[in-house]
């Protein structure tokens, strides 16, 4: 016996490799809803080998459904995680609005897994954000290993993770250029093509923005309240795939040697670290993978028990959409079980 899953916000970039992720890890779901907007209503989206056709989210019974993966947005999530999860429906929403919910539990599998037990509270799981999802995944290991104090990142974010028309002005910027057509920006504060934007979300008062507060509270909700992080959050020109500079410090020792040999373990994680020409990988060589990429292991010399990695996943996947689906993998193995 089979689980009923809908995918809010079908027609976007989350939300299409929801579906494509469902079919590729074969979830046990006897059938699997396509929800949109109005707008969308009869838009097909691909599953497998088959085309779903979008039903609107806003006319959609959520009593017979198990699991609702919701990427639609924050306000969206907002209005429907609540309604969805009152039906008796699990949502595991990829927004931001409910991740600093103490009643709510913000989830990475490899991470703090035992932590979904918490969904009861509200019948609503919390993905992370992406550039957080992918960062704590080695971080997970190492800290079990030598105890982290404190994480310095610097990201390198793909455009994909503003969405469909962030990738749309990324390539009429590019093209522009080459013709010499007038640049037109619209999804970003400034030209995107052939330029770097560190500035991510909303400015704060303190001078950070909002993606870089994420990735500091989300990483003490998760990992352990007591690291200390700083982060520095960066739009590049590439459409798929985040990259992160990280500098950690621990509190015992721990080598260069030692946090590749542990990650090579480490679920989740995939080392590509030769100290050669093409000895590491870039966001290009990780679109459509599963697996987090750390290269570049190396001793930090100016502190105390340092060191430098270098991280680049999907965003699209682990940053969203896979860990979504582990998410709820983990929840019916664990938690709703169905009798054969």
């Given amino acids: 016996m089979g689980y009923k899953v809908a995918v809010v916000g079908a027609t976007g970039n989350v939300g299409r490799e929801m579906m494509n992720i469902l079919s590729e890890r074969e979830f ?37 459904t198990d699991i609702a993966l919701m990427s639609a947005g924050g306000t969206v999530s907002s209005d429907w995680s609540p309604k969805i999860a009152s039906q008796g429906c699990v949502v595991i929403d990829n927004s931001s609005k409910f991740r600093m919910d103490p009643d709510v539990p913000l989830i990475v599998p490899e991470v703090n897994a035992a932590d979904i037990a918490g969904y009861t509270k509200k019948n609503i799981i919390a993905n992370p954000n992406c550039s957080t999802a992918q960062m704590v995944v080695p971080l997970k290991p190492l800290h079990d290993h030598a105890k982290i104090k404190r ?4 990201t390198y974010q793909s455009v994909s993770g503003a969405g469909n028309e962030a990738m749309d002005e990324l390539f009429n910027q590019t093209r522009s250029i080459f013709v010499n057509d007038p640049i037109e920006k619209d999804k970003f504060t400034k030209q995107i093509a052939f330029n770097v934007i560190p500035h991510i979300d909303t400015f704060m008062k303190d001078g950070s ?5 994420k990735m500091v509270v989300e990483t003490q909700k998760m990992l352990d309240p007591k690291i200390d992080v700083t982060a520095t959050c960066v739009r590049v020109p590439v459409f798929v795939g985040h990259s992160e500079a990280i500098n950690l410090e621990f509190e015992n020792p721990i080598t260069d040697d030692e946090a590749r040999d542990i990650l090579r373990e480490s679920p989740g994680c995939l080392v590509v670290d030769k100290r050669e020409d093409e000895g590491y990988v870039t966001p290009v060589e990780c679109v459509g993978d599963y697996a987090t990429f750390i290269s570049r292991i190396r001793t930090d010399p100016t502190v105390d028990n340092g060191l430098n990695l270098w991280v680049v996943s999907d965003n699209l996947r682990k940053g969203a959409a896979l860990n979504a689906v582990q998410i709820a ?7 709703l079980s169905k009798a054969a």
Avoid: M
């Fill in 329 to 335: 993998e983990i929840l019916i193995n664990r938690h």
């Fill in 209 to 213: 923005t909002k993606e870089e507060w």
């Fill in 151 to 154: 994480v310095v990142v610097s």
């Fill in 28 to 64: 046990p779901a006897d059938e699997v809803v396509a929800l949109a907007s109005t707008r969308s209503i009869g838009k097909e989206v691909s599953f497998g080998d088959r085309d779903l056709k979008c039903q609107a989210l806003d006319h959609y019974d959520f009593a017979d």
